[in-house]
């Protein structure tokens, strides 16, 4: 159940100490959803690190043109170029600190981590203390929640009546935990908190949330993963029109932020925190270009990606994706889908650990014995035992609790393990 569903709607509770401009499509608030699988496969996280341990992601290729390599590209006359002109340099490049008339300096710093438990957003409170301006992701939001994250941040809505309410109704206790730490978050915070996502009655966020969540055809492997391969494509273009609307809100939003409260603007520095899932990258690299007052943080470093984390990102670079990483994507889905709950259990609901854990049991396959795996079942409930015996074969088994967790995962990483910086 989405976290807009479990807090009451309170009319009265949009009396704050701060002001959300009421027009616009960035006033209105978060919308968490709950399909936990999907968002955590989708948000988490497999990247190599530098000789100083950071994780690096290349920026885009320019130029390509097919669809397998299209990437998010921002050209000169794009949002940030127009914003410029209409805010007076709210962000600018370093040859336009002048333009500001002695306005505040503007920094941008965007924390990504997977997002479907409390403990993914562990490192978040310490970021979202030490910002003046909070956005968090918030695919199709509603206004009607907007009242309530008001009502907390100022402190009018009592935070134990939002986690009676959250008990009471959220069903699955990882969700409920992440959904109240979020709360305890911005309660009593006074931070004004605003939304560039899509908003709920865009007509892309119709369509998103199903695009990988058809059905597989066993027993035909080349068939599956050219289904596979067009799921992610449209997922690719749908999400690379999502960060395009979100990076023409930024500039907009913060700057109704400023204009209506005048307690900001006598700041030396205005601090703004997104917090996105790890598959958005790209929107870092677009802001890159433009504004040099912005930085990123990973939840983990090195951050690992998923399978099908690393199809979507290469996607977004313009990257081959070859059907060796389409079939080990198919395969991290079904183990998912067999083993994900008793997985985040034994990792202790620690998304991007279940991630790696999921690689490290994959990584051994070949290409061929994955195909073999997948054919040799008529249907899924054939597919786990297939696959649990193969593994013995590799001198491998299914965890069953973190000590076998943790000595599966300080071993040392194999060749498939390793994946390009991007």
Known sequence: MS??????????????????????????????????QQDEFLAGGSSTTNMEGKTEIQEPQQGAL??????????????LGRLRDRFNGVFRKKQDKESLMGGPKISVDIF??????????RELPEKFRNCDIYIPEAIGYDKEYLNILKGLSSGKIRLEDIEKFTDEVEKNPV???????????????????????????????????????????FG???????????????????????????????????????????????KEEIRVLLSLGAE??????????????????FSSSPFVYPFGGEIIRRYAFGRTVDDQLLGRALTEMLLDRAFGPEFQQITEYDSEKTMRLERRLISPFSQVEL????????????????????????????????????????????????????
């Open 3 to 36: 976290m807009d569903d479990q807090f009451p709607k309170d009319e009265n509770s949009a009396k704050v100490d701060y002001v959300v401009p009421e027009s616009g499509p960035g006033e209105e608030a978060v919308r968490f959803n709950a399909k936990a």
């Open 66 to 79: 097919k669809p397998e390599n299209q990437s998010l590209e921002i050209t000169e006359t794009s949002w």
């Open 112 to 121: 990504f981590s997977p997002h479907g438990s409390a403990k993914d957003w």
């Open 175 to 217: 969700i409920r935990e992440r959904n109240k730490l979020f709360a305890r978050m911005i309660y009593n915070s006074k931070k004004p908190i605003t939304f560039i996502d899509l908003p709920e009655s865009h007509q892309k966020t119709e369509n998103s949330d199903n695009l990988l969540s058809q059905g597989f055809k």
């Open 220 to 266: 035909d492997f080349p068939q599956t993963l050219e289904s596979l391969k067009k799921s992610f494509l449209d997922f690719h273009y749908s999400n690379r029109e999502r960060e395009e609307y979100m990076v023409t809100q930024l500039g907009p939003q913060v700057e109704a932020i400023l204009k209506a409260n005048p307690n900001l603007k006598r």
């Open 280 to 297: 958005h990258t790209p929107l870092y690299h677009s802001l890159k270009k433009e504004n040099a007052q912005i930085t990123r943080e």
């Open 371 to 422: 195909k073999n795996i997948f054919e040799g079942a008529s249907n899924f409930n054939e597919w786990p035992r297939l696959f649990v015996s193969e593994l013995s074969k590799k001198g491998l088994r299914i965890p069953y609790s973190k000590e076998e967790v943790d000595e599966l995962l300080a071993k040392p990483l194999m060749p498939q393990d390793k994946t390009p910086q991007l």
